[in-house]
Protein backbone atom coordinates (compact mmCIF):
# COMPACT_ATOMS: atom_id res chain seq x y z
CA UNK A 1 0.00 0.00 0.00
CA UNK A 2 1.28 3.37 -0.79
CA UNK A 3 2.29 5.78 1.73
CA UNK A 4 1.27 9.65 1.93
CA UNK A 5 1.82 12.50 3.62
CA UNK A 6 -0.41 15.11 4.93
CA UNK A 7 1.37 17.67 2.90
CA UNK A 8 1.31 16.98 -1.04
CA UNK A 9 4.39 19.14 -1.27
CA UNK A 10 6.88 16.32 0.89
CA UNK A 11 5.01 13.49 -0.84
CA UNK A 12 6.14 15.16 -4.12
CA UNK A 13 9.63 15.82 -3.42
CA UNK A 14 10.24 12.11 -2.00
CA UNK A 15 8.94 10.84 -5.19
CA UNK A 16 11.04 12.91 -7.08
CA UNK A 17 13.55 11.60 -4.99
CA UNK A 18 13.06 7.92 -5.13
CA UNK A 19 12.54 8.51 -8.72
CA UNK A 20 16.13 10.36 -9.33
CA UNK A 21 17.41 7.68 -6.23
CA UNK A 22 16.38 4.73 -8.43
CA UNK A 23 17.43 6.56 -12.20
CA UNK A 24 20.84 7.83 -11.23
CA UNK A 25 21.34 4.03 -9.55
CA UNK A 26 21.15 1.78 -12.59
CA UNK A 27 23.74 4.23 -14.65
CA UNK A 28 26.95 5.29 -13.61
CA UNK A 29 26.56 8.68 -11.48
CA UNK A 30 30.03 9.88 -12.61
CA UNK A 31 27.58 10.47 -16.19
CA UNK A 32 25.88 13.06 -14.42
CA UNK A 33 22.79 12.07 -15.29
CA UNK A 34 20.53 14.77 -17.55
CA UNK A 35 17.65 16.05 -15.63
CA UNK A 36 19.17 14.71 -12.24
CA UNK A 37 19.08 17.96 -10.09
CA UNK A 38 22.10 19.09 -9.21
CA UNK A 39 23.84 20.26 -6.05
CA UNK A 40 26.74 22.61 -5.21
CA UNK A 41 29.31 21.89 -2.48
CA UNK A 42 30.55 23.78 -0.39
CA UNK A 43 33.73 25.29 -1.49
CA UNK A 44 36.76 27.62 0.12
CA UNK A 45 39.48 28.69 -2.16
CA UNK A 46 42.13 30.10 -1.15
CA UNK A 47 45.82 31.68 -2.32
CA UNK A 48 49.11 30.72 -0.49
CA UNK A 49 52.99 32.28 -1.31
CA UNK A 50 53.35 29.31 -3.33
CA UNK A 51 49.94 27.26 -4.57
CA UNK A 52 46.07 27.92 -4.62
CA UNK A 53 44.15 25.68 -2.64
CA UNK A 54 40.85 24.60 -3.16
CA UNK A 55 39.10 23.02 -0.27
CA UNK A 56 35.60 20.85 -0.85
CA UNK A 57 33.08 19.39 1.73
CA UNK A 58 31.47 16.27 0.05
CA UNK A 59 31.33 14.17 3.42
CA UNK A 60 30.33 10.22 2.57
CA UNK A 61 32.13 9.76 -0.86
CA UNK A 62 35.19 8.26 -1.84
CA UNK A 63 38.26 9.34 -3.82
CA UNK A 64 37.31 7.61 -6.64
CA UNK A 65 34.16 9.66 -6.85
CA UNK A 66 35.15 12.68 -8.57
CA UNK A 67 36.89 13.87 -11.72
CA UNK A 68 38.80 16.86 -11.78
CA UNK A 69 40.36 18.58 -14.80
CA UNK A 70 41.91 21.77 -15.28
CA UNK A 71 40.94 23.11 -18.70
CA UNK A 72 43.06 26.70 -19.62
CA UNK A 73 42.43 28.91 -16.55
CA UNK A 74 39.27 26.90 -15.07
CA UNK A 75 38.79 24.30 -12.78
CA UNK A 76 36.27 21.13 -13.03
CA UNK A 77 35.04 19.19 -10.38
CA UNK A 78 32.27 16.30 -10.77
CA UNK A 79 31.22 13.82 -9.00
CA UNK A 80 28.20 12.11 -7.82
CA UNK A 81 27.25 11.31 -3.78
CA UNK A 82 24.92 8.65 -3.61
CA UNK A 83 22.73 7.57 -0.84
CA UNK A 84 23.94 4.79 1.01
CA UNK A 85 21.49 4.16 3.29
CA UNK A 86 18.55 2.15 3.24
CA UNK A 87 15.14 3.89 2.38
CA UNK A 88 12.84 1.86 4.34
CA UNK A 89 11.71 5.43 6.51
CA UNK A 90 8.12 5.77 6.40
CA UNK A 91 8.07 9.78 7.37
CA UNK A 92 10.81 12.12 6.58
CA UNK A 93 10.69 14.79 9.25
CA UNK A 94 13.77 16.93 8.03
CA UNK A 95 15.78 16.08 4.94
CA UNK A 96 19.15 18.71 4.69
CA UNK A 97 21.77 16.41 3.12
CA UNK A 98 22.15 16.55 -1.16
CA UNK A 99 22.44 13.62 -2.53
CA UNK A 100 23.49 13.08 -6.49
CA UNK A 101 25.41 14.83 -9.15
CA UNK A 102 27.51 18.04 -8.91
CA UNK A 103 29.60 19.57 -11.61
CA UNK A 104 31.51 22.86 -9.97
CA UNK A 105 33.65 25.50 -12.20
CA UNK A 106 36.43 27.45 -10.74
CA UNK A 107 37.50 30.10 -13.27
CA UNK A 108 40.51 32.18 -13.21
CA UNK A 109 43.09 29.94 -11.76
CA UNK A 110 46.68 31.87 -12.63
CA UNK A 111 49.37 29.59 -14.65
CA UNK A 112 49.97 26.66 -11.91
CA UNK A 113 52.41 24.08 -12.29
CA UNK A 114 50.86 20.69 -13.97
CA UNK A 115 52.82 18.51 -12.88
CA UNK A 116 52.71 18.76 -9.03
CA UNK A 117 48.93 19.35 -8.51
CA UNK A 118 47.84 17.04 -6.19
CA UNK A 119 44.47 16.00 -4.95
CA UNK A 120 43.47 14.15 -2.06
CA UNK A 121 39.80 13.12 0.25
CA UNK A 122 39.97 13.07 3.59
CA UNK A 123 37.47 13.38 6.49
CA UNK A 124 35.62 14.85 4.14
CA UNK A 125 36.63 16.91 2.56
CA UNK A 126 38.31 17.35 -1.35
CA UNK A 127 41.48 19.09 -1.17
CA UNK A 128 43.41 20.37 -4.22
CA UNK A 129 46.54 21.78 -4.53
CA UNK A 130 47.20 23.31 -7.78
CA UNK A 131 51.31 24.73 -7.01
CA UNK A 132 51.88 28.18 -8.80
CA UNK A 133 54.20 28.36 -11.21
CA UNK A 134 58.21 29.67 -10.90
CA UNK A 135 59.42 32.24 -13.43
CA UNK A 136 60.09 30.02 -16.71
CA UNK A 137 57.92 26.85 -15.54
CA UNK A 138 54.36 25.85 -16.79
Excluded at 79 to 97: A, D, N, V
Aim: glycine share 8%; charged share 35%.
Amino acid sequence: MAEYDDDPRVSYQKITKRFRRGFTESFVCRDLVPGAEHWDPPTDIYETETAIVIRMEAGGMHKNDFEVKLIENRLHIRGCRMERESRTKTRIHQMELNYGPFDKVIRGIPPVDIAKIKAGYKDGFLVITLPKTTSGNK
